[in-house]
Structures are given as structure tokens and as C-alpha cells.
């Protein structure tokens, strides 16, 4: 089992993750394979120029649109199966084959091969990156250890989207982009090796044991009666909403409206990452002194929309569109750093590869919403885009108001029909019952029956409890 967390409160260095030796190999992990994920976004871009020339700008649409299809589709998919897979081999065995697909780019020369790898990449990214996100809580079961494992790992990815571009320019300078590729394959079976190294806990043998398509479907339909995961959800869509302007618009704006350099370009996007960065560090303050998460990240959908009003109504200058999308970047970060908590929080241990899988999904089904729409309105103007999306962004942020409870408790007094069945079971305050002593170690399944109840304790949609309680009380 991996290192305990031990935390004293007038000891703030003791919260630090770093401390427990496998989240140091998961960091490391992730680090490597967010360098090399970053090499061969550079290199696909090349590839595509390579390809067809001109027209690569519509090779790369396909490329991210065929990336988040694979996500969308395949990740509860894998979530609803990764709970009677065994943790370390499986992601082990996804980051090898992530390495020999990426590998085989440096040989491709057919638009409808690179099509079909990166599909398959993705997919196996889809069955990975959810289920190491759900180990994180397991490594470090201390919350305030774990937000602050979280901000790291979120300052990572911003780091990462800075620094990559830069790297690889580097590299470039002595090698063909085709190495790029290479360097990625290499940094995913480095990745793997760390994980192999890494105390991964054991998967928690949960309760479900319908077919598979109830495993399946049970990620995205627990997360979707959740209130607050359901407000999650709505801010995810002001996330994209914002975040598709930026990624999407920003170079006709700046190159073409502005008429300013590819290198100012860089550098708005650029101030974006800094925003992000800033707020990853901040968020676990702020979540410890100030704010509720609720509070704070329904705020932070706020300001994210006001970062965007004066592209609707003025014609911002490079130094204010700067400011604008560092505000974006610093909100958006604020919210994605958040979210791990709040998917924690909401589901049993034994389903969290099947929440974060969900969380995966529905998060990238908001983007590939928001691409095309900041696509079809910024071939009119940068303005035309931020309008149409904070109209979108404003009807998510108020879904999220109504569908998240001001009063969101974890204690929830619930009534329990009585019924016989079996599945694996803990004697929890749902399974007491007596035994004739050939039932075995828990988890064990056995016929057993629960009577009639109303209790109060932490809930969450499972097995045992297939909708929200109409009252909080």
C-alpha cells in the first residue's frame, strides 16, 4: 500500500503530496506524458502541412475532432469496466500501446492512417486518463493533501502547454519533426515504467454486479443525478464556451483584426497559460480560507464571462485582450482544479474510475459543442464568437446556480424500501444481518435482506440508492 499522509495543522509542510513516494511517481508520470503528448501536437502540425499544405489547418479539425470523439464515446465505456480490471496493469499496458501507436506516426504517409491512429490513441487515452485520475483520492485519502496533489497536477498541464511548444522548437533545430514522435513514444513507456514502479492500491471491489451494459451506463447516469456534479457540468460549458474563443479565435483576431505577428499571437495565448498557472497554486488557498467550492467556482464561471465582454463591445488592444484571456485562464484553472474534489466527494470508492470516466466524457462533450460554434461565428469576427458564446457560457452558469443546492450537504436523510438480493457487500450501515459461517471475507456475496429504513449518512448514488432524496433535510 502506498505511504499514509500525515498531516498536523500547525505543520503546513506536512500537507505537501510530495511526501507519499507514489504520488511522486504518479506526478512523474504525468509529466513525462504531457511532454511528450505536447511534442506530437507540434508534430501533427507539421505532419498535416507536410501532408496536404495548405489545407492543414482542416487536416488538424479532423485530428481534435476525431481526439474528443474518441473521449466522448469510449470513456464511460472503460469507466463502467475499469472496476474489475487490476489499477496498475492496466495503465501500464495502455501506456505501452500508447507508445507503439505514437511510434508509427513517423511513418505515415496516408491522411486516413493518421486519422485512424490518432482515433486510436485517444481511445486508449480515454481508458487512461480517468482511471489515474481516480487513484489520486486512493494514494491520498486526506482531502487537503489531495487539493493540494490536484493544484499540482493541474499546474503541470498548464506548465506543460506553455513549455512544450518551446521544447520542441528546440528540438527542431537539430532534428525532423518525425523525431517528435518518437520522443513522445519514449516518454509513455517511461511513464509506464514509473507506474510500475508506484505502490498503485488495489481496486476496491465494489457492489455492481449487473451486466455490462448497466456498468456501462451506471458512470453517466450516477453523475447526471448528482446536483452538484450536474452543476459541474453546466460550468464545464462556460469553461468551453470561454476557452473555445481563446483557442479558437485568437489568431484572427490578433494576426487578422489586429494585424499584429505570429509571435504576438504566442504571447496572448501565452497569458492565458500564465492566468492558469497562477490560479492552480492559488486554488487550494482559497478553498481552505475563503471559499466554499461552490462559491468559488460558480464565482470563478462569473468572472470568466465578464473576461469577455470587452471583445463583444470595444476592440481590445494586445495588451488588454492579454489581461482578458489571462482572466479566462486563471477561472477556467480555478474550476478544472475544483472539479476532482467534487467527483471525489460524490460517488463510493469503488466507483470512482466509473465518476471520473463520466467527468472525462461530459467535459469534452462541452467542447466539441463550443468548437464548432466559435468556428462558424468567428468566420465573421473574433466579436461575433465572444458573443454567441457568452450567451451560451450565461444560460450554462444559471444552470449551474439552479442545478447545484446553496444548501449541498454530504448527510442526507433517505428512506430504503424493503428488499432481498445479493451482490458483494461490506457490513456497512446498509448490511447487518447474521451469518451461518460459510460466507467468507468481506466483500462476500451471500442472499441476504434489508428492512424497511430511514437513515441519515454520507450519500451518494450507487447501488443502494438510485436517486437524490427529494429533501436535504
Not at 520522443?183 to 457492489?207: D, R
Not at 462533450?365 to 469576427?381: D, E, K, N, Q, R
Request: hydrophobic share 50%.
Amino acid at each position: 500500500m502506498s505511504e499514509p499522509s500525515k498531516t498536523t495543522p500547525d505543520d503546513p509542510t506536512s500537507l505537501s503530496p510530495f511526501k507519499n513516494t507514489t504520488f511522486r511517481y504518479l506526478f512523474a508520470a504525468q509529466i513525462t506524458s504531457l511532454i511528450g503528448s505536447g511534442f506530437t501536437q507540434v508534430a501533427l502540425a507539421l505532419l498535416a502541412f507536410d501532408l496536404m499544405g495548405a489545407q492543414a489547418a482542416t487536416v488538424l479539425g479532423i485530428v481534435w475532432s476525431v481526439r474528443v470523439f474518441a473521449f466522448v464515446i469510449f470513456a464511460p465505456i472503460f469507466g463502467g469496466l475499469a472496476h474489475k480490471l487490476p489499477r496498475k496493469e492496466w495503465l501500464v499496458a495502455l501506456d505501452v500501446g500508447r507508445a507503439l501507436l505514437v511510434l508509427s506516426l513517423f511513418w505515415i504517409q496516408e491522411l486516413w492512417l493518421l486519422y485512424l491512429i490518432i482515433f486510436l490513441v485517444n481511445v486508449l487515452s480515454s481508458g487512461f486518463t480517468p482511471v489515474f485520475q481516480a487513484v489520486l483520492p486512493d494514494v491520498l485519502p486526506d482531502e487537503k493533501v489531495y487539493t493540494r496533489a490536484l493544484s499540482y497536477s493541474r499546474l503541470a498541464y498548464e506548465v506543460e502547454r506553455v513549455l512544450s511548444p518551446a521544447l520542441a522548437g528546440l528540438a527542431l533545430l537539430f532534428l525532423s519533426f518525425h523525431a517528435l514522435f518518437v520522443f513522445n513514444a519514449v516518454s509513455f513507456l517511461i511513464s509506464a515504467f514509473l507506474l510500475y514502479l508506484a505502490m498503485i492500491p488495489a481496486t476496491v471491489i465494489g457492489e455492481r454486479v449487473s451486466g455490462v451494459w448497466h456498468n456501462i451506463a451506471f458512470g453517466i447516469k450516477a453523475y447526471l443525478l448528482t446536483p452538484r456534479l450536474r452543476g459541474l457540468i453546466a460550468l464545464y460549458m462556460v469553461v468551453s464556451a470561454a476557452g473555445a474563443v481563446v483557442i479558437v479565435n485568437t489568431v484572427g483576431y490578433v494576426q487578422g483584426e489586429l494585424g499584429l505577428t505570429e509571435q504576438a499571437t504566442v504571447m496572448v495565448m501565452a497569458a492565458s497559460g500564465l492566468g492558469a498557472i497562477i490560479a492552480a497554486r492559488l486554488t487550494p488557498y482559497l478553498l481552505e480560507n475563503h471559499f466554499s467550492d461552490r462559491s468559488l467556482v460558480l464565482t470563478s464561471g462569473l468572472f470568466m464571462l465578464i473576461s469577455l465582454l470587452p471583445l463583444i463591445f470595444t476592440k481590445p488592444s494586445f495588451i488588454m485582450l492579454s489581461i482578458m484571456w489571462a482572466g479566462i485562464g486563471f477561472t477556467a484553472s480555478i474550476i478544472m482544479t475544483t472539479s476532482g474534489r467534487l467527483v471525489t466527494r460524490s460517488c463510493r470508492k469503488a466507483d470512482r474510475s466509473a465518476f471520473f470516466s463520466a467527468n472525462f466524457a461530459l467535459s469534452h462533450l462541452m467542447w466539441l459543442i463550443c468548437y464548432p460554434i466559435a468556428g462558424w461565428l468567428g468566420a465573421t469576427s473574433a466579436s461575433w464568437a465572444a458573443t454567441g458564446l457568452s450567451i451560451v457560457g450565461l444560460v450554462a452558469l444559471i444552470l449551474a446556480f439552479y442545478f447545484w443546492p446553496q444548501r449541498d450537504r454530504e448527510r442526507l436523510k433517505h428512506h430504503h424500501d424493503e428488499m432481498d438480493h445479493q451482490h458483494p457487500h461490506y457490513h456497512d450501515e446498509h448490511h447487518q444481518h447474521e451469518h451461518e459461517g460459510w460466507e467468507g471475507e468481506e466483500p462476500h456475496i451471500h442472499p441476504h435482506h434489508h428492512h424497511e429504513m430511514e437513515h441519515r449518512h454520507r450519500f451518494v448514488i450507487d447501488e443502494h440508492h438510485s436517486h437524490w432524496p427529494r429533501s436535504t433535510d
